[in-house]
C-alpha cells in the first residue's frame, strides 16, 4: 500500500490515523502539538517534524484541521504540504471549510502539479472505528476514484461534484445539526422550567423530532459531563459562520442557532460538546 501523511492529530485525526494503520497502509504523521503524535509512533506511525517532511514520502495528504486558517498554513507555510509534496501527490482534505476556500486550495494545489480533493464528513470518532462514516468527496472523478480505497476505511464516499459542492453540503448538514441543537436546548430548559427531571425530558425528546441528538447528548447532560467531545461547540459556532456567510438570503433560525452557540463559547465551552448548550443560563 501507497504510504499515507495525516496532518492534524484531534480526536478525529487521530481515529483516522489509528484506523488507517489498522488496514495496513504505512503512515506517516504531523501535528502542532507532539502529544498525539508519539502516542501514534507507539502504534506504529512514522512522526515527521514538519507537514512538509510528511508530505515528502506520501502518495496521499491527509488534511483534518479545525479551519480554513489551519489549512492555509498547513498547505502553504514555509515548512507546509505544498514545499514537500512530490508532482501528482493527492492531497485529501478533510477540513470543514468553506466551499471557495477549498476552490482556492484545490487551484493552488494544482498549480503544484498536486490532485487535490475536498472529503467532509458526516459522523464522528465512533463511526471512524467503525468505517460507517459517511464521506462527502468532490472534485474530479478520477482523482475521487483515486482516493476511493482510502476513504473506504473511514467509511462510504459520495462523490458530489467539483470542489465546493462537497463543503457546501458540510456546511448545509452542520446548518441543519445547530438548529437542532439549539432547539433542544431550549426543549431542555422549558422541562426544567416546569420542574421536570431531566432524564424524564431527554428520554422523552428521544422518542421524536430529537431523537437523534437527544440520544448521542444523554449521558452528557445528565452527568454534566461535556469533555472529549468529537464534535464541539466552537466547531459549530464556526460552521454556522461559514454556512451563513455563503447564505445569499437571510437564515434567521440558522442565525439564531449561530447566537445561541456563540453564546456558549462565550461561557467558556467552545472546547466543550456541543450538549453543553443545554445547561447554559442567560
Known amino acids: 500500500m501507497n504510504r499515507v501523511a495525516v496532518c492534524g492529530l484531534g480526536r478525529m485525526g487521530t481515529a483516522m490515523a489509528q484506523a488507517l494503520l489498522t488496514a495496513g497502509y504505512p503512515v506517516t504523521v504531523w501535528n502542532r502539538g507532539p502529544r498525539a503524535a508519539a502516542a501514534l509512533a507507539e502504534q506504529g506511525a512514522t512522526v515527521a517534524p514538519t507537514a512538509a517532511a510528511a508530505a515528502e514520502a506520501a502518495a496521499v495528504v491527509v ?45 493552488r494545489a494544482r498549480a503544484a502539479g498536486l490532485r487535490y480533493v475536498e472529503a467532509p464528513v458526516l459522523g464522528s470518532v465512533p463511526a471512524v472505528r467503525s468505517g460507517s462514516l459517511t464521506i462527502l468527496a468532490g472534485g474530479p472523478a478520477e482523482d475521487v476514484a483515486a482516493a476511493g480505497p482510502l476513504l473506504a476505511v473511514w467509511g462510504s464516499p459520495r462523490h458530489t461534484g467539483d470542489v465546493g459542492t462537497a463543503t457546501a453540503l458540510k456546511l448545509v448538514a452542520n446548518l441543519a445539526l445547530g438548529v437542532v441543537a439549539a432547539g433542544m436546548r431550549d426543549a431542555v430548559r422549558l422541562g426544567e422550567d416546569f420542574g421536570l427531571p431531566r432524564e424524564q425530558v431527554l428520554d422523552t425528546l428521544a422518542l421524536g423530532a430529537f431523537e437523534r441528538i437527544a440520544g448521542r447528548s444523554r449521558d452528557r447532560l445528565v452527568a454534566d459531563d461535556y469533555d472529549g467531545a468529537p464534535f464541539t461547540l466552537g466547531a459549530l459556532a464556526k460552521d454556522l459562520d461559514l454556512a451563513l456567510a455563503g447564505a445569499r438570503r437571510p437564515l434567521p433560525v440558522a442565525a439564531a442557532a449561530r447566537d445561541t452557540a456563540a453564546d456558549g463559547v462565550a461561557h467558556g465551552d467552545a472546547d466543550r460538546d456541543i450538549a453543553a448548550l443545554a445547561r447554559i443560563t442567560p
Open 63 to 107: 488534511l483534518m484541521l479545525f479551519d480554513g486558517a489551519a489549512c492555509e498554513q498547513v498547505l502553504s507555510g514555509p515548512d507546509g504540504v505544498l514545499a514537500g509534496a512530490a508532482a501528482g501527490t493527492l492531497i485529501v482534505n478533510l477540513s470543514t471549510i468553506g466551499p471557495e476556500e477549498s476552490a482556492a486550495f484545490a487551484d
